[in-house]
């Protein structure tokens, strides 16, 4: 088992990586496809990552833009 060399553990790894990313591309509306790219070996991972770091998310046009917008909205209240 630990004779497997550096590819092996690289796609182990990889296998590893592949169930959670498919669970946060699902709730972050993205393809879950995406995650089997974790397989790829040395370059797999980032690429993975990539589409979630660069993609625009759905749920985040909702947030606070700035520190003091939320100071405005409770001025609205009062």
């Known amino acids: 088992m630990f004779g497997m060399g550096l590819l092996g553990w690289t796609?182990?790894?990889?296998?590893?990586?592949v169930l959670p990313l498919w669970r946060i591309n699902e709730r972050a509306g993205l393809n879950p496809y995406y995650s089997l790219?974790?397989?790829?070996?040395?370059?797999?991972l980032p690429l993975a990552l990539g589409f979630l770091a660069f993609k625009p998310w759905p749920n985040?046009?909702?947030?606070?833009r700035g520190p003091f917008d939320e100071f405005d909205r409770a001025k609205e209240h009062f």
């Open 11 to 17: 796609v182990v790894i990889g296998i590893l990586f």
């Open 60 to 64: 985040g046009e909702h947030r606070i």
């Open 37 to 44: 790219f974790a397989l790829i070996p040395f370059a797999g």
